[in-house]
């Protein structure tokens, strides 16, 4: 994230206007570089269902990786007096995902003043940010910022003197992916295991501690404060007609200059890759590329000129997803690739569905058999077979998520598969050759069972 | 009974399909002959978690395939079940579930009676393309000393993990780990121990869990499942009992939602062990000889017509109500003695009252109450499957529960309201009950008015922590249970002893003032004997025959006994009865036993009140018996015989007739079934029922037109004040050593528990439970030894200390096998003395200053 404090050419920023303003995540800094205007005018001159209409108007889509209008989902939730939550999703853990970080770290007052207008949209009185623990020091900054804005009265039992009650938790996850899911991380939050539910019931309807819930991604909600302050109209200005406003993009993998950049929705996705990133190395070239985190089908260099909007992606066979662009380029080899998406996706699957626990635990050993050399080109088949059989049969998106990848690398990168096949056994057929690991193990390194008995595969 | 749902048509696969609207569609499906295969769905567990993915269709309009588990159903939905689509999830998952499955069916208990096999079957590929090493476990490994887990054939379906976390709630069992290494276990891997741990073997829809009582030991094409009632206890519960070679190898559920919700006990499920015991009684002795049922049967005739009208005749809680009419009618026709009893004794008026049909709640309106009251019992230990009854409604979220009791019960975590009276004071409680629901609309200036009507209520030394008995504690309750429908489960031990007979008028009262009389609302008593309510009701009662009719005035059963030992009854009748064992004052029972002139025993087993009698019939066991029974909700129920009699064993009722007989009364009763239709015959409101009406599940008689002849009761308002005065309680023993003793039979304080070999280990040993505020003022700590004493009897114990326990109590299990508390009946203080006192304090139980606990 070495980057000036001006934007580059390209980008477009709302949400991380003043991002490198020193000390943005003190209440004064924000106030005086414009923060917390929003709110008076969301508690004083709008009643929530105006709130409301105003976020449907705007178009925002949800940045969490479904990509749906957070007005809408909003006004899915009951009216009337009851227990109603929100939460905010701060459990960033897509791979090659970093832009909540970002976005909490250096101006945790944004999100803030998001929150509480979304609680006022909804009627709900309080709010939760589950942050995922490795982001420590992250919520040790949104601490110190709740304290601060409880103190200056944008939070609280009296909403700056309003009678509307906006109570905020800052809830530290215990590290788990599936937290992540908006149903997980419910579960998680009552205390429970973090497993997603069953839906529906929708968290709208029934979700935290059996309330209607909001839950919206930190960039979605970071949006809230920019389109009450300054209308849905002059929101739509910014990203395409079906993506409206901008996007934070986290850039990683092979490129030159890795970090957050905040593009309108719809710029061509190669300004992002080679304009602001800097493209792969000096005589490297873009192999394949994640346009949504590793959960998003793999794109090729053929695809690098599609506009970077939900509806261009998904077009396209990929998905949107978090807005986290990985470069692949053509020193990266796609079969190990692939073995390490799904090695992370069996890693963090919860179990509590079969084709999800059962198919990354496959998919996995099949992959490390494949890069072992042990595999057939038959095997190939039956890897794809296995991600279609997984696709669309899960509880929740975590099975697809390891599937699309991994069925997209298979078929678009097939020939290089078959030769990887090729290599390794020739490779793993001479005396002395590096193999790791016994044959027909997985690598179960960091979430081995006690009472697994070590038992040799016959 | 809930609304009507509204019918509405479906077409499933092209069927048209009747369902009620909102219907999941697997259980919609059934209604045309169409099966989904599911694995983690079970509607007794609660709603669907859509885990195992098994049931996945096609609905039109939606693009995803939905879990047929989770779908309500709606007027018009189409829905595929077998598209190319939808057989191809249905193999992937099955696929999918074998993938870490060892298929090792030739050498698995659940081979031949497997879901797993069936739907791979049914609904697999056939085949399976995974050739990675499997998952790997240590296997079999003892989840407790009950079930066995084998963690390599668990498909995850999560059942047992919900049985533990939302049905017993008792929360032992979780999914360890993640992903594909998850794995069921407990906190540290302590043993899954719990009254119905049991169940989660039945869950199972593989053979991940199984029995240890039943591992290996048939196979599902050798067997015969026979269906009959459990008799350990009065929750009654419906059962199969698995036969093999005419021996019973395994209980499970014979699901009757208005009995069990399918669930069992683990005393149920494992206490079928002694029905092949070898130390069964399957002979007839005389004073130890064994001489033949002719001899044996003259023998007894001869000793009872020498004591006339001077015998007695006692019934044990198991007896069927064939077998206790059979008693009764022996020693009021044949030998003219109006002293009958069952071991479940309560005066007969006020019982009369609260059984009148209008008042009782049948077991599933328990489901659908606005408000319960459990009073004086807890239900974990009476009639254990009401346990997970209660917990049902309240999880629900509608029913409010409100426990008022002396010790401690399972269910005060769910309660809104726990009053604790000291034992033996139900009465006190429940008057004021009465007062605050008869009493006109609150008026606010005379607060507390009635409180001094009456003296030592409100006054009396309960310390409030949770609400004390008394007025404040009945005010509470009081509002917690007006609005809607109330259903009151009480325990009829609240009706024993002084002041006894005031506390069930006082419930009679609260019950009238409750609307118990309405929809949905009513009583249910929990005798101690399994069939207490049928006894009673055909006549097994002092001053009252079949049907309540009245009948001379007997003694009852302190009387008996005083009578035996001062030669004023001359002989007793023990039918299934072990008074040494299960009646107050044990030892004054033995006694009584020994200097009685004739004692005639019928008894399965060797016990204490056996090894006194003269003349012992052998019994037969509740597998063996045909007969009925009465569940403490009025449901009469049938006892169909499973395996044969051992030995020389004869009917219970065939014995009872024979021996009438030969008393010069014959009865022309030669089967159970005759039996019964004498019974209808005699009992006005059971008239006309028969076995084939009463079939597999039962029949309330409350529901039936016979009912209306259950002849109303007599108030007895008039003389119930003075039982209710002064019962000259002794002040609560907070100075000095003094402790008000109460006793509970704990669930497994039973002989089932002893002789059944796999559930032997649960037997309890004797401990005084005490507040820890006590312990510490007596220098008792946890473990510690000691001797309970009173009136010159003393029962070793060791000390529990319990947060629960109010001050100035002292809880104690009657029934255990050895050191009963039941010899220190009638007492109503104990002195707790330590026996091996620990080095530095002083075991005097009567120190006055305090001692840290737990030394």
Request: proline residues 6%; glycine residues 12%.
């Amino acid at each position: 994230m070495t980057r000036e404090g001006e934007a580059r050419m390209g980008e477009t920023r709302l949400l991380f206007r003043h991002i490198d303003e020193p000390g943005l995540a003190s209440i004064e800094t924000y106030r005086r570089l414009g923060g917390y205007r929003a709110l008076p005018r969301a508690v004083h001159d709008l009643e929530s269902q105006e709130l409301l209409e105003a976020l449907e108007a705007s178009g925002l889509r949800g940045r969490g990786g479904a990509g749906f209008s957070m007005g809408k989902k909003g006004s899915f939730l009951p009216r009337g007096e009851m227990e109603k939550y929100v939460c905010c999703n701060a459990d960033e853990s897509e791979p090659g995902a970093f832009k909540d970080r970002e976005l909490m770290q250096k101006n945790p007052h944004q999100l803030i003043e998001g929150c509480a207008i979304a609680a006022l949209a909804v009627g709900a009185a309080y709010v939760f940010i589950f942050i995922r623990g490795e982001y420590w020091e992250v919520a040790d900054v949104l601490d110190r910022a709740v304290a601060e804005a409880y103190e200056a009265g944008y939070l609280g039992a009296d909403v700056l003197d309003t009678g509307n009650r906006v109570e905020l938790v800052v809830h530290r996850g215990a590290g788990a992916y599936i937290c992540g899911e908006e149903t997980g991380l419910l579960d998680s939050l009552e205390g429970k295991r973090g497993n997603p539910r069953l839906k529906p019931p929708f968290p709208a309807i029934q979700g935290l501690y059996g309330g209607p819930t909001l839950i919206n991604n930190v960039e979605t909600l970071s949006n809230v404060p920019h389109i009450v302050r300054n209308g849905a109209e002059w929101y739509k200005r910014f990203g395409t007609e079906q993506s409206p406003g901008t996007k934070v993009v986290s850039v990683s993998g092979c490129v030159r200059r890795p970090g957050n950049y905040e593009v309108e929705l719809g710029v061509p996705s190669r300004e992002i890759i080679f304009d602001l990133a800097g493209g792969p190395a000096k005589g490297r070239r873009v192999k394949a590329w994640f346009p949504g985190g590793s959960s998003a089908p793999v794109l090729t260099e053929a695809e690098l000129d599609l506009p970077y909007s939900f509806e261009a992606m998904a077009e396209a066979g990929s998905m949107l997803g978090s807005g986290s662009i990985i470069i692949a380029d053509d020193t990266v080899s796609i079969p190990k690739l692939a073995l390490r998406t799904a090695r992370f996706y069996h890693h963090e699957s919860c179990g509590k569905c079969t084709p999800c626990r059962e198919g990354t635990n496959w998919t996995a050993k099949m992959l490390e058999r494949v890069t072992r050399g042990e595999a057939t080109p038959m095997d190939l088949d039956i890897i794809a077979s296995v991600q279609e059989k997984i696709i669309g049969h899960c509880l929740c998106v975590l099975g697809d998520s390891m599937a699309m990848p991994v069925g997209s690398m298979v078929s678009k990168f097939r020939a290089e598969f078959e030769e990887e096949i090729r290599a390794a056994a020739s490779s793993a057929s001479r005396p002395g050759a590096a193999g790791g690991g016994r044959p027909g193990e997985l690598d179960h390194s960091g979430f081995d069972s006690p009472l697994t008995a070590e038992v040799e595969a016959v | 009974m809930s609304a009507e749902k509204p019918q509405i048509t479906l077409v499933i696969d092209g069927i048209e399909v009747e369902a009620e609207e909102g219907a999941m569609l697997v259980d919609a499906a059934k209604g045309g002959d169409i099966e989904i295969p599911v694995f983690c769905y079970e509607p007794k567990l609660g709603g669907p978690v859509g885990a195992c993915r098994m049931c996945l269709v096609e609905i039109e309009g939606i693009p995803k395939l939905q879990t047929g588990c989770s779908t309500a159903v709606r007027d018009g939905m189409v829905v595929y079940t077998r598209t190319d689509r939808v057989i191809e999830s249905q193999n992937a998952i099955v696929e999918f579930l074998l993938v870490n499955h060892p298929l090792d069916c030739p050498v698995c208990d659940k081979g031949g009676e497997c879901p797993l096999q069936d739907i791979s079957m049914g609904w697999g590929p056939g085949r399976s393309r995974f050739s990675e090493p499997k998952r790997h476990f240590q296997k079999p490994v003892a989840l407790s000393p009950l079930v066995r887990i084998d963690r390599e054939r668990c498909i995850m379906c999560y059942r047992c993990v919900r049985f533990s976390q939302d049905v017993a709630e008792d929360e032992q069992l979780q999914l360890l780990e993640r992903g594909a290494q998850s794995f069921v276990g407990t906190f540290d891997e302590r043993p899954y121990i719990a009254p119905f741990a049991g169940n989660i073997i039945d869950l199972c829809p593989v053979g991940a869990l199984t029995s240890e009582a039943y591992r290996f030991r048939a196979r599902p094409w050798d067997i015969e499942d026979s269906g009959s009632i459990c008799t350990l206890c009065p929750s009654q519960c419906n059962v199969m009992f698995t036969v093999r070679d005419e021996r019973v190898q395994r209980v499970f559920p014979r699901d009757n939602d208005d009995v069990d919700n399918g669930w069992l006990c683990d005393k149920g499920r494992f206490g079928f062990q002694m029905i092949a015991s070898g130390e069964r009684i399957t002979e007839p002795t005389v004073s130890g000889a064994k001489v033949g049922w002719e001899a044996a049967l003259d023998a007894a005739a001869e000793r009872l017509r020498a004591a006339g009208e001077r015998t007695a005749v006692i019934v044990g809680g198991q007896a069927s109500n064939e077998e206790g009419y059979l008693a009764q009618r022996i020693a009021r026709r044949a030998l003219g003695s109006p002293h009958v009893g069952a071991v479940d004794e309560l005066s007969p008026a006020p019982l009369h009252a609260l059984s009148a049909p209008e008042l009782g709640a049948a077991v599933a309106d328990i489901d659908h109450a606005d408000s319960i009251l459990v009073v004086g019992v807890d239900p974990l230990h009476a009639m254990p499957v009401l346990d997970l009854r209660l917990r049902k409604a309240v999880r629900h979220g509608d029913t409010r529960l409100v426990v008022a009791s002396d010790r401690p019960t399972a269910l005060d975590g769910g309660a809104e309201v726990t009053a604790r009276y000291e034992p033996g004071e139900a009465a006190e409680l429940l008057e004021a009950l009465e007062r605050q629901l008869t009493r006109p609309p609150a008026n606010p200036g005379t607060p507390g008015r009635e409180a001094e009507d009456v003296p030592g209520i409100g006054s009396a030394g309960r310390e409030a922590e949770e609400v004390p008995g008394g007025d404040s504690g009945a005010e509470s309750i009081a509002g917690e249970l007006r609005p809607g429908a109330t259903v009151i489960v009480y325990g009829e031990r609240v009706g024993r002893g002084t002041g006894g007979e005031a506390a069930l008028h006082a419930l009679a009262g609260c019950a009238r003032a409750l609307r118990c009389d309405a929809d949905r609302a009513g009583l249910i008593g929990v005798p101690d004997g399994a069939n207490g309510r049928g006894l009673r009701e055909v006549g097994c009662l002092s001053g009252a025959g079949p049907g309540f009719e009245e009948a001379a005035a007997g003694r009852d059963l302190a009387e008996i006994r005083d009578g035996l030992r001062a030669g004023d009854v001359d002989a007793l009748i023990l039918v299934q009865a072990d008074p040494v064992r299960d009646l107050p004052d044990g030892p004054a029972w033995a006694q009584a036993l020994r200097q009685a002139r004739a004692v005639i025993a019928i008894s399965c087993f060797e016990d204490a009140s056996t090894a006194a009698a003269d003349i012992v019939l052998p019994a037969e066991m509740y597998a063996e018996k045909e007969g009925t029974l009465t569940h403490p909700d009025g449901r009469l129920q049938r006892l169909r015989p499973s395996v044969p009699r051992p030995g020389d064993v004869r009917p219970v009722w065939q014995a009872l007739t024979e021996l009438s007989a030969r008393l010069d009364h014959e009865t022309g009763i030669d089967s159970a079934s005759e039996a019964l239709e004498a019974i209808a015959a005699e009992v006005p409101f059971y008239a006309g029922v028969t076995a084939d009406e009463i079939g597999g599940r039962g029949v309330r008689w409350q529901e039936r037109q016979a009912a209306a002849a259950c002849p109303p009761a007599a108030e007895a308002r008039g003389e119930r004040r003075a039982a209710a005065a002064d019962s000259g309680r002794p002040e609560n023993g907070s100075g000095g050593g003094a402790l008000r003793l109460g006793t509970y039979r704990d669930l497994w304080a039973a002989e089932a528990t002893e002789r059944n070999p796999a559930i032997r280990f649960l037997a309890p040993a004797q401990r005084v439970e005490l507040a820890p505020a006590d312990g510490a003022r007596l220098g008792l700590g946890d473990g510690d030894q000691v001797e309970v004493r009173s009136n010159g009897t003393s029962v070793r114990a060791r000390v529990a200390l319990h947060e629960r326990i109010r001050p100035g109590a002292a809880f104690m299990i009657e029934g255990t096998a050895t050191e009963n508390a039941n010899a220190l009946a009638g007492a109503e203080t104990v002195e707790i003395e330590r026996i091996a006192p620990a080095p530095g304090a002083p075991g005097r139980s009567d120190r006055s200053d305090a001692e840290p606990a737990g030394s």
